[in-house]
């Protein structure tokens, strides 16, 4: 899930008009996470934006976001190209089918609008007229036209879907609807007009106020609900919506057809009409988008809005903040009544022309932030992957929806509290004239997008001014209408229909990247979204001096739901003058940033896939490759006896006459000479190449070991030492003893707790339990360093725990959950398991063996 929407995307696709479910938004919760009571149907601009940019093609959806400008493809771009044939004839079935579904309902609340227009028309000519025929005209124009053209559309598509044949050709009837739009001018030139009339016939009249409340809408055939009652307000909207998912489609269909199909210089005909009608209706419509105008009497735009959160009187705070031609305005959805509709309540405003983002050395005034520990952090995300695994069992087993619903309302809560004590990265707004403020994000990446929309437009020319009380409250009204991200960026408020997103682990190569135009020490950094917020997972090294730097870098990155990757390019600067004093960290230059989706049907193929991604000018060249949850959790023996990786412990350490693998020895004791002080040793990904040709050298006992371990980088062996308990034919606590393991970190006392943990690790083969006490000491060493590389035995205890519990193959069927829940009820465990011995005082393997004569050893 994208946490920041952004002008330039569409705010809308077409899948959209299919039935919504149950969801929590924005609308329901104020700021601080308080339910609030549900508004009126929305769907109200004054004068609405249409948003012309197409859906991005999932294979390369490269382009940057450094811009608010919306800036559509031309028809042919990438689109039609390299089709599967069958596959793409599939998928122009799919899109079809969901555009039908949408276009019934479409018709529905057309019929719906046009319902009471003979009624009123009748009475017009009567003693006592409810609205007058002139009235009638203008909140009903071309509302009849607009119905009979798509039902007419309707009527002719439907039966094609119905009937569907590979061979089956219906571009002409998109040409068709395209060449119609001049209607469509015709009623948005109206629409303001239209509303405004409704408004004041509302107001003088109350039957027409009554009828005006409340339409009702007939449900789609599959659906249970036969009416839903809807505001004219909102149904007037409904035609300029349909607009841009008319586009939409068309992008779509044109995506999966072949170029030489009869239909595809048809679709791309109706796309360049479809376009270029967009484009002409913005430039009448984007200038009237508000009712305020600037200091130098400029129409004042909204050009950015997202959820951010606020560091205020120490405690953090969830905002919408709105960036305007000239203002940054900060604001909380105010509480409201049952039917009354809502606003936002202005906390603060900042005119562009006073505001300055504070230098590092300004920073050390500022508050200290209080960072919430991963562990909590990671508790909370167990938690939230608990509940959605318990919808799903009350969804297969058709339970009650007021259960489903509460436990979503849980979900949702959970999630908001994720959303809100997540974030860590300060980002600082100075007014030049009194206050700071501070907000905490997610990524550096949002932090960019921020900075580099205020400062684009503080290039104009710019005036200081106050808002009077009078036009703060115009500005502020305005918001609502205005704004393009609607909902809180939570998984919770995703459809059912949408897309859960990957779950397992992506692989992704950093090539090389051009476009650089000056020699710099340039390094990349991969960002993918989890629990609606984004997480950086990997680090290129720096490529020194150059303007091409050649990375070939493989990374393993673990998706927890993910649905994009983001690419951040930096320059690395070494002068310690820069040192931010926020994070002690020196400040690095964004280069470049850029996002992708991840299509899964584009990434889940046994090949790599390759892509570019382009941003400020600059090209980054990159191959991914995906591995579901599934296929990771299998342990693979390794064919080859000669070998450590793959091989039982107890052969490599009688082969060795060795006590602890030499693997585990060596990679620990590099660790701790030069890598315990490393910011998130063990979670960061190593380079995937260098921990391959280090389970090389080991696999093959090279002389060479020592030299190599000690020129390599400390993320890598410490890979290479988790790949090794990873490819263990069984895991270092057995699977004999496993259920064994999960029956004991359930129990509730202590001390039974206690004798029956400490019993499980007397069972263990020696050679096992020798190495897993080795290991436990290391990791409570590397954890005494916390302040300084960020990893605390929590932390430590969720990277290893699934490492050396989890079940091979054969053993583990009894065990695996759904492939999307990633934080199982299992997984829980295997991390509470490590997480207890971890937290238990030294435990001494002679003390253990020796205590064994009191128990028995038959688990």
Same mark, same amino acid.
């Given at each position: 899930?994208?946490?920041?929407?952004?002008?330039?995307?569409?705010?809308?696709?077409?899948?959209?008009?299919?039935?919504?479910?149950?969801?929590?938004?924005?609308?329901?919760?104020?700021?601080?996470?308080?339910?609030?009571?549900?508004?009126?149907?929305?769907?109200?601009?004054?004068?609405?934006?249409?948003?012309?940019?197409?859906?991005? $093609?999932?294979?390369?959806?490269?382009?940057?976001?450094?811009?608010?400008?919306?800036?559509?493809? %031309?028809?042919?771009?990438?689109?039609?190209?390299?089709?599967?044939?069958?596959?793409?004839?599939?998928?122009?079935?799919?899109?079809?089918?969901?555009?039908?579904?949408?276009?019934?309902?479409?018709?529905?609340?057309?019929?719906?609008?046009?319902? *009471?227009?003979?009624?009123?028309?009748?009475?017009?000519?009567?003693?006592?007229?409810?609205?007058?025929?002139?009235?009638?005209?203008?909140?009903?124009?071309?509302?009849?036209?607009?119905?009979?053209?798509?039902?007419?559309?309707?009527?002719?598509?439907?039966?094609?879907?119905?009937?569907?044949?590979?061979?089956?050709?219906?571009?002409?009837?998109?040409?068709?609807?395209?060449?119609?739009?001049?209607?469509?001018?015709?009623?948005?030139?109206?629409?303001?007009?239209?509303?405004?009339?409704?408004?004041?016939?509302?107001?003088?009249?109350?039957?027409?106020?009554?009828?005006?409340?409340?339409?009702?809408?007939?449900?789609?055939?599959? $659906?249970?609900?036969?009416?839903?009652?809807?505001?004219?307000?909102?149904?007037?909207?409904? *035609?300029?919506?349909?607009?841009?998912?008319?586009?939409?489609?068309?992008?779509?269909?044109?995506?999966?057809?072949?170029?030489?199909?009869?239909?595809?210089?048809?679709?791309?005909?109706?796309?360049?009409?479809?376009?270029?009608?967009?484009?002409?209706?913005?430039?009448?419509?984007? *200038?009237?988008?508000?009712?305020? %105008?600037?200091?130098?009497?400029?129409?004042?735009?909204?050009?950015?809005?997202?959820?951010?959160?606020?560091?205020?009187?120490?405690?953090?705070?969830?905002?919408?903040?709105?960036?305007?031609?000239?203002?940054?305005?900060?604001?909380?959805?105010?509480?409201?009544?049952?039917?009354?509709?809502?606003?936002?309540?202005?906390?603060?405003?900042?005119?562009?022309?006073?505001?300055?983002?504070?230098?590092?050395?300004? $920073?050390?005034?500022?508050?200290?932030? !209080? #960072?919430?520990?991963?562990?909590?952090?990671?508790?909370?995300?167990?938690?939230?992957?608990?509940?959605?695994?318990?919808?799903?069992?009350?969804?297969? +087993?058709?339970?009650?929806?007021?259960?489903?619903?509460?436990?979503?309302?849980?979900?949702?809560?959970?999630?908001?509290?994720?959303?809100?004590?997540?974030?860590?990265?300060?980002?600082?707004?100075?007014?030049?004239?009194?206050?700071?403020?501070?907000?905490?994000?997610?990524?550096?990446?949002?932090?960019?997008?921020?900075?580099?929309?205020?400062?684009? =437009?503080?290039?104009?020319?710019?005036?200081?001014?106050?808002?009077?009380?009078?036009?703060?409250?115009?500005?502020?009204?305005?918001?609502?209408?205005?704004?393009?991200? !609607?909902?809180?960026?939570?998984?919770?408020?995703?459809?059912?229909?949408?897309?859960?997103?990957?779950?397992?682990?992506?692989?992704?190569?950093?090539?090389?990247?051009?476009?650089?135009?000056? $020699?710099? +020490? &340039?390094?990349?950094?991969?960002?993918?979204?989890?629990?609606?917020?984004?997480?950086?997972?990997?680090?290129?090294?720096?490529?020194?001096?150059?303007?091409?730097?050649?990375?070939?870098?493989?990374?393993?990155?673990?998706?927890?739901?993910?649905?994009?990757?983001?690419?951040?390019?930096?320059?690395?600067?070494?002068?310690?003058?820069?040192?931010?004093?926020? +994070? +002690?960290?020196?400040?690095?230059?964004?280069?470049?940033?850029?996002?992708?989706?991840?299509? *899964?049907?584009?990434?889940?193929?046994?090949?790599?896939?390759?892509?570019?991604?382009?941003?400020?000018?600059?090209?980054?060249?990159?191959?991914?490759?995906? %591995?579901?949850?599934?296929?990771?959790?299998?342990? %693979?023996?390794?064919?080859?006896?000669?070998?450590?990786?793959?091989?039982?412990?107890?052969?490599?350490?009688?082969?060795?006459?060795?006590?602890?693998?030499?693997?585990?020895?060596?990679?620990?004791?590099?660790?701790?000479?030069?890598?315990?002080?490393?910011?998130?040793?063990?979670?960061?990904?190593? #380079?995937?190449?260098?921990?391959?040709?280090?389970?090389?050298?080991?696999?093959?006992?090279?002389?060479?070991?020592?030299?190599?371990?000690?020129?390599?980088?400390?993320?890598?062996?410490?890979?290479?030492?988790?790949?090794?308990?990873?490819?263990?034919?069984?895991?270092?606590?057995?699977?004999?003893?496993?259920?064994?393991?999960?029956?004991?970190?359930?129990?509730?006392?202590?001390?039974?707790?206690?004798?029956?943990?400490?019993? =499980?690790?007397?069972?263990?083969?020696?050679?096992?339990?020798?190495?897993?006490?080795?290991?436990?000491?290391?990791?409570?060493?590397?954890?005494?360093?916390?302040?300084?590389?960020?990893?605390?035995?929590?932390? &430590?205890?969720? #990277?290893?725990?699934?490492?050396?519990?989890?079940?091979?193959?054969?053993?583990?069927?009894?065990?695996?959950?759904?492939?999307?829940?990633?934080?199982?009820?299992?997984?829980?465990?295997? #991390?509470?398991?490590?997480?207890?011995?971890?937290?238990?005082?030294?435990?001494?393997?002679?003390?253990?063996?020796?205590?064994?004569?009191?128990?028995?050893?038959?688990?």
């Amino acid at each position: 899930m994208e946490p920041l929407s952004h002008r330039g995307l569409p705010r809308l696709s077409w899948i959209d008009t299919l039935y919504s479910n149950f969801n929590y938004g924005a609308d329901d919760y104020d700021a601080e996470g308080n339910e609030e009571p549900k508004a009126l149907p929305e769907g109200s601009e004054t004068m609405p934006y249409i948003d012309e940019s197409p859906t991005m $093609s999932p294979q390369l959806s490269a382009r940057g976001q450094d811009s608010g400008d919306g800036v559509s493809p %031309t028809p042919t771009d990438g689109l039609g190209t390299g089709v599967d044939t069958g596959k793409g004839l599939e998928m122009r079935k799919l899109v079809l089918s969901g555009f039908l579904a949408s276009e019934e309902i479409y018709i529905n609340q057309l019929e719906a609008l046009l319902l *009471p227009m003979k009624p009123l028309k009748a009475t017009a000519t009567t003693s006592q007229p409810v609205l007058t025929l002139q009235q009638i005209e203008t909140i009903f124009y071309k509302i009849q036209d607009i119905y009979e053209i798509h039902k007419e559309f309707y009527d002719s598509l439907c039966p094609k879907v119905q009937q569907w044949d590979s061979n089956i050709t219906m571009g002409h009837l998109f040409q068709k609807l395209a060449s119609q739009l001049g209607v469509y001018k015709a009623f948005v030139d109206n629409y303001k007009i239209a509303l405004e009339t409704a408004e004041k016939c509302s107001q003088s009249n109350y039957q027409f106020q009554k009828i005006s409340e409340e339409l009702k809408v007939k449900g789609p055939k599959d $659906s249970k609900e036969s009416h839903t009652s809807v505001t004219m307000e909102a149904l007037l909207y409904k *035609p300029i919506d349909r607009v841009t998912r008319s586009t939409l489609v068309l992008h779509d269909l044109l995506k999966h057809t072949p170029a030489d199909h009869p239909d595809y210089p048809l679709l791309q005909d109706a796309l360049r009409i479809s376009q270029n009608f967009l484009s002409s209706i913005n430039e009448d419509i984007d *200038p009237r988008r508000t009712a305020v %105008t600037t200091p130098k009497g400029e129409t004042r735009q909204l050009i950015k809005d997202g959820f951010l959160v606020e560091l205020s009187e120490g405690s953090r705070k969830l905002r919408h903040v709105f960036l305007f031609t000239d203002v940054l305005l900060c604001a909380k959805l105010k509480k409201t009544a049952v039917g009354k509709h809502q606003q936002y309540d202005c906390k603060w405003y900042v005119p562009l022309a006073d505001l300055v983002f504070p230098s590092p050395e300004e $920073s050390e005034h500022c508050p200290q932030v !209080h #960072v919430i520990p991963d562990h909590e952090l990671e508790d909370m995300k167990m938690k939230i992957s608990a509940i959605k695994s318990e919808v799903q069992k009350e969804k297969a +087993n058709k339970g009650q929806s007021r259960a489903i619903e509460r436990l979503k309302k849980k979900m949702f809560e959970n999630e908001f509290w994720l959303l809100l004590n997540s974030p860590a990265i300060p980002f600082r707004i100075h007014n030049r004239n009194g206050k700071s403020y501070l907000f905490l994000l997610s990524s550096d990446y949002e932090r960019s997008e921020w900075r580099e929309a205020i400062q684009k =437009l503080q290039k104009k020319d710019l005036q200081a001014f106050v808002l009077s009380s009078v036009e703060l409250q115009v500005l502020t009204g305005s918001c609502f209408k205005l704004r393009t991200v !609607h909902n809180i960026p939570v998984t919770s408020n995703k459809d059912d229909d949408e897309s859960p997103g990957l779950y397992g682990f992506l692989h992704v190569i950093v090539h090389s990247a051009k476009g650089f135009k000056q $020699s710099a +020490n &340039l390094y990349c950094t991969l960002e993918v979204d989890s629990f609606g917020y984004f997480v950086s997972k990997a680090k290129t090294r720096v490529f020194r001096d150059t303007t091409e730097p050649q990375w070939n870098e493989e990374f393993e990155i673990e998706l927890e739901g993910s649905q994009s990757l983001r690419i951040l390019c930096y320059e690395k600067c070494y002068d310690k003058t820069k040192l931010n004093k926020d +994070n +002690n960290e020196i400040v690095d230059k964004i280069m470049g940033k850029g996002q992708i989706q991840l299509d *899964p049907q584009a990434v889940q193929t046994k090949n790599w896939h390759m892509d570019v991604i382009e941003m400020n000018g600059i090209k980054v060249e990159f191959s991914m490759k995906f %591995t579901s949850r599934d296929m990771s959790l299998k342990r %693979t023996p390794s064919k080859k006896q000669t070998g450590v990786f793959g091989v039982k412990i107890s052969v490599v350490t009688k082969r060795e006459r060795s006590k602890v693998p030499y693997i585990v020895r060596q990679c620990i004791e590099e660790v701790e000479k030069r890598g315990i002080e490393e910011v998130g040793i063990y979670r960061i990904s190593g #380079v995937a190449t260098d921990i391959q040709a280090l389970k090389a050298v080991f696999d093959a006992n090279n002389k060479d070991i020592l030299v190599m371990l000690s020129d390599m980088d400390i993320n890598a062996i410490a890979g290479t030492l988790k790949l090794y308990f990873r490819e263990l034919p069984e895991p270092l606590l057995t699977d004999r003893l496993y259920p064994a393991f999960m029956e004991g970190i359930a129990l509730s006392d202590p001390a039974a707790k206690e004798n029956c943990m400490m019993h =499980l690790l007397r069972s263990l083969p020696d050679p096992n339990l020798i190495t897993f006490l080795f290991l436990l000491e290391h990791l409570k060493r590397v954890a005494e360093k916390e302040p300084i590389n960020k990893m605390s035995l929590h932390n &430590l205890a969720t #990277v290893f725990g699934p490492t050396l519990l989890r079940p091979s193959e054969g053993e583990s069927k009894g065990h695996l959950t759904l492939a999307s829940d990633i934080w199982s009820h299992d997984v829980m465990a295997q #991390v509470q398991v490590l997480l207890y011995y971890l937290q238990h005082p030294p435990i001494s393997f002679t003390e253990l063996k020796r205590n064994t004569l009191y128990f028995s050893t038959d688990v």
